[in-house]
T-cell receptor, first 110, second 116 residues
Framework: ELKVEQNPLFLSMQEGKNYTIYCNYS?????LYWYRQDPGKSLESLFV?????AVKQEGRLMASLDTKARLSTLHITAAVHDLSATYFC??????????FGAGTTVTVRA | DVKVTQSSRYLVKRTGEKVFLECVQD?????MFWYRQDPGLGLRLIYF???????EKGDIPEGYSVSREKKERFSLILESASTNQTSMYLC???????????????FGPGTRLTVL
């Protein structure tokens, strides 16, 4: 059974500072996803990471993947209020079946 | 754009009722999935389907069944709703391999079900 551990579960960020969310998973996988969810809304796809060493960036968010360590990180640079949301990592265990982390609820304060 | 729609955003039902949640995708995808989302647990896979008339159990199928009579529609059925099925239900439909977005997984808007 593929287990996905995400931490921290809650993250209070100060505007302008940098933070990292970690996603560890227990078995090998071809694909790792990062999603954002706003309260009451569905999941918005942020990144899909396919190979070891993959790095993707969009605005203040950067995701990376280390398949040997079974670790992905989501780095937030100079946090702003608009980034307040819940972030999920999800690992494809084959044929598009996803195992999700518990989510990291991010709050950005002034 | 890929579009995944779900029949209701909010639903309130009583214990013991039979409940139907519907998911429709308009891009001719073979694959469709149902997840439920609960605080602190992330999303968990209930059932999935790789083709019409085909269905497979996910990780938490107990208390649920599904129907896939047409390619674009995948229904989740709660045979006799119980309070522990109060949750957010999300449908997903990944595209076929070969499409430029085939690594994406697109989710519907979700149905928040409350069972009283």
């Amino acid at each position: 059974e593929l287990k996905v551990e995400q931490n921290p579960l809650f993250l209070s960020m100060q505007e302008g500072k940098n933070y990292t969310i970690y996603c560890n998973y227990s078995t090998t996988s071809d694909r790792l996803y990062w999603y954002r969810q706003d309260p009451g809304k569905s999941l918005e796809s942020l990144f899909v990471l396919l190979s070891n060493g993959a790095v993707k960036q969009e605005g203040r968010l950067m995701a990376s993947l280390d398949t040997k360590a079974r670790l992905s990180t989501l780095h937030i640079t100079a946090a702003v209020h608009d980034l307040s949301a819940t972030y999920f990592c999800a690992v494809d265990r084959g044929d598009y079946k996803l195992s999700f982390g518990a989510g990291t609820t991010v709050t950005v304060r002034a | 754009d890929v579009k995944v729609t779900q029949s209701s955003r909010y639903l309130v039902k009583r214990t013991g009722e039979k409940v139907f949640l519907e998911c429709v995708q308009d891009m001719d995808h073979e694959n469709m999935f149902w997840y439920r989302q609960d605080p602190g647990l992330g999303l968990r896979l209930i059932y999935f389907s790789y083709d019409v008339k085909m269905k497979e159990k996910g990780d938490i199928p107990e208390g649920y069944s599904v129907s896939r009579e047409k390619k674009e529609r995948f229904s989740l059925i709660l045979e006799s709703a119980s309070t522990n099925q109060t949750s957010m239900y999300l449908c997903a439909s990944p595209p076929r391999p070969g499409l430029s977005t085939y690594n994406e997984q697109f989710f519907g808007p979700g149905t928040r079900l409350t069972v009283l």
